[in-house]
């Protein structure tokens, strides 16, 4: 028997509920995980609540990240023993996730745990740092270097934001941070090394098509009327990459920063990049990552405390990452 977070839908009742699961319920599966650690994403939190569209078929255990120990393999890419871990690929969305004490898994959605990463800390970083980690390498690749100027980074409290403000401050750049919580200032700036903090609401509402010209490049994770403001105020040949949806999916925007200033706008989408995709992305997160920025950024919690800090995550009551001990009582 393992415990797992189970939501199931049976007319209009939608519920997420701790639940105790025989082995032989899990899905078939090349490899089987003795799952360490979990998270709690936003979107994780969508799901358990129910806020969103987020769970395709039932009963569901969400978790769109986990990492663990390999205790069975049918497939000689992995062999018991192995320190493996998953982001996305629709686990916990179309699939069962790993909010859950075992998974069983085909060996294609998994990633190896960089040898200098322990599996509590490939949870802190997680989705959040790992798609953080790819919206940088977006933007690198349309030309952004720190000398370029400030880099902006919305939803700054979140745990994508917190990891792109200390990553891309560890790369050397400047970041202005944008949250509606002027009360973590010092968070933001002395412990994640953001140089500037913005009023969300200054870019929240409706605005200009083509404002002032403000920051070399963007990390976005609130979508709507942020994003377009964001673009609108996106230096000439900048780059916005597009991470999130937070305030909405709707994008109330012109073509004039993109076709005025040359502003390019990339969507980061960090469910289904490749194989090889993940493992730059990993390497290069082990190498920025260490202790203090990790325990920053960081808060854990057991598997019973999981669906209540999920409706405090959804009403913008946790700031950076949740990490989920399922070994823990």
């Known amino acids: 028997m393992f415990k797992a977070i189970v939501i199931d839908k049976t007319d209009d009742t939608y519920q997420a509920a701790l639940k105790e699961l025989d082995e032989s319920q899990l899905p078939a599966g090349e490899v089987q995980v003795d799952v360490h650690y979990s998270t709690l994403n936003y979107k994780d939190g969508l799901a358990i609540t129910g806020s969103g569209p987020i769970v395709r078929r039932f009963p569901m255990v969400p978790g769109i990240d986990f990492s663990g120990i390999v205790s069975h393999s049918s497939n000689p890419q992995f062999a018991v023993g192995d320190r493996v871990l998953l982001n996305g690929w629709g686990f916990g969305e179309k699939a069962w996730g790993g909010l859950a004490q075992k998974v069983s898994i085909d060996a294609q959605y998994l990633t190896p745990v960089p040898p200098s990463v322990s599996l509590k800390d490939s949870m802190i970083v997680g989705t959040a740092g790992y798609t953080a980690m790819l919206a940088i390498i977006a933007l690198e690749k349309n030309g952004l270097t720190p000398d370029k100027g400030t880099v902006l980074v919305t939803g700054a409290n979140g745990g994508v934001g917190s990891f792109a403000i200390a990553l891309l401050s560890r790369l050397g750049y400047q970041v202005a941070a944008s949250t509606g919580r002027s009360d973590e200032a010092e ?53 916005v990459a597009a991470c999130g949806m937070a305030q909405g999916l709707d994008f109330p925007a012109s073509v004039a920063p993109f076709i005025l200033r040359n502003v390019t706008l990339a969507g980061i989408n960090s ?8 493992r730059v992305a990993w390497s290069r997160l082990a190498q920025l990552v260490d202790a203090e920025l990790l325990e920053a950024v960081s808060q854990e ?23 989920v001990n399922l070994r823990a009582e």
């Open 187 to 239: 968070y933001l700036t002395k412990r994640l090394g953001a140089r500037e903090i913005i009023d969300r609401n200054t870019l929240s509402e409706p605005g200009k098509p083509l404002q002032k010209e403000l920051w070399a490049a963007a990390i976005d994770s609130v979508g709507s009327h942020t994003l377009a403001n964001v673009c609108a105020s996106i230096k000439e040949s900048g780059t």
């Open 301 to 323: 919690i057991t598997l019973d405390e999981t669906i209540d800090a999920a409706a405090r995550l959804i009403k913008g009551e946790i700031r950076g990452r949740v990490v």
């Open 271 to 278: 469910v289904t990049r490749s194989s090889e995709e993940r």
